[in-house]
């Protein structure tokens, strides 16, 4: 039998409440939740009375600290990312970080060198995307059915955020220390998709709107993405819509065409075959927390920050210049 991972969680907000914990309850077999840290007692008192009465601190160094556990799952503001995951890393531990991997993209290098300068550990972003079902069975029509080309991809995600909002209230994301805004605290997930589906995106745009002040500098955007394959793909991200609601994926390939509606998958055949594939889906992130299993007991090492970095620098630098077609750099 596999050693099971032994796992300290820093943050206890909704994120690690809501997505991360029932998560965890699927892949006890893998990793096992022994600690977790708050600096609201409460938080982490509350916290930890969920996973089963396991021990909790209000601050990080005192679970670090801890020699029993071998890796901790990071669910704090973007903007602590990189000062937790340097003491981690500091203190042995293998590291998951809840996306966007940075809040800049000056931080987001910064978390390139943390995990360059620690080889020997396993360092992930939390992009449960990259991992979600709807995800993997794309890229199995596409390699294995007689679809052709991918060559683009049309994505509406349009909501409105109220000001009470779970995801809202902590106020970080609308904060001048996180420019991006929900951009990209949300937009890294889209790009993640359409990386995986087409391919590296080399070129892109975006026009963005700023209708509640309240969300931060902008809280919508469009963008228009190329890829080295010649692919195309575009992404409506709005978070103040009025009286509309939609979350709808259309990817296009020569010979086929799917459609995801966030619980039904549609595959279409150009000889008039039609699939609708349903499955219970937590998103992706029972699938991530075991591919971070998986890697530490690999024994090698080994990062994937340079895929978060991928996701979030078409984010940061097309908001760098909206309205203009930038060539992306590293």
């Not at 601190?57 to 901790?72: G, K, P």
């Not at 279409?268 to 699939?275: A, I």
Request: include cysteine; glycine fraction near 10%.
């Amino acid at each position: 039998m596999e050693k099971v991972v032994r796992l300290g969680l820093i943050g206890c907000g909704v994120a690690a409440r809501e997505l991360h914990w029932p998560a965890l309850r699927q892949v006890g077999d893998a990793l096992q939740l022994v600690a977790v840290c708050n600096r609201s007692a409460d938080k982490a008192q509350a916290m930890a009375a969920l996973a089963g009465g396991i021990d909790w601190y209000n601050d990080w160094q005192s679970l670090l600290a801890r020699e029993d556990i071998d890796a901790v799952d990071i669910v704090l503001p973007a903007t602590l990312n990189l000062e937790a995951t340097r003491a981690a890393l500091a203190a042995g531990k293998h590291v998951l970080v809840e996306k966007p991997l940075a809040t800049d993209a000056d931080e987001a290098r910064a978390m390139l060198a943390l995990a360059a300068a620690h080889p020997e550990r396993v360092t992930f972003v939390a992009e449960n995307f990259r991992h979600a079902w709807f995800v993997h069975r794309l890229r199995q029509w596409l390699a294995e059915e007689d679809t052709g080309r991918p060559y683009a991809l049309h994505w509406h995600a349009m909501d409105t955020m109220t000001h009470d909002n779970r995801y809202i209230v902590s106020g970080w994301r609308g904060s001048q220390a996180f420019p991006g805004g929900l951009l990209l605290d949300a937009g890294v997930h889209y790009v993640a998709v359409v990386r995986a589906l087409l391919g590296e995106v080399v070129e892109a745009s975006i026009d963005v709107s700023s209708v509640d002040p309240f969300l931060g500098r902008y809280d919508g955007g469009s963008l228009a993405l190329l890829t080295e394959h010649g692919a195309h793909a575009s992404l409506n991200l709005y978070f103040s819509t009025a009286g509309h609601q939609e979350w709808r994926m259309v990817l296009l390939a020569e010979r086929g065409s799917a459609e995801f509606d966030g619980a039904t998958l549609t595959l279409r055949h150009g000889d008039g075959r039609v699939l609708r594939e349903t499955r219970p889906d937590d998103q992706g992130y029972a699938a991530e927390f075991r591919a971070f299993a998986a890697a530490i007991r690999a024994g090698k090492g080994g990062s994937d920050f340079a895929e978060g970095w991928r996701d979030m620098r078409v984010i940061c630098q097309t908001l760098a210049q909206p309205g203009t077609r930038v060539r992306l750099g590293d």
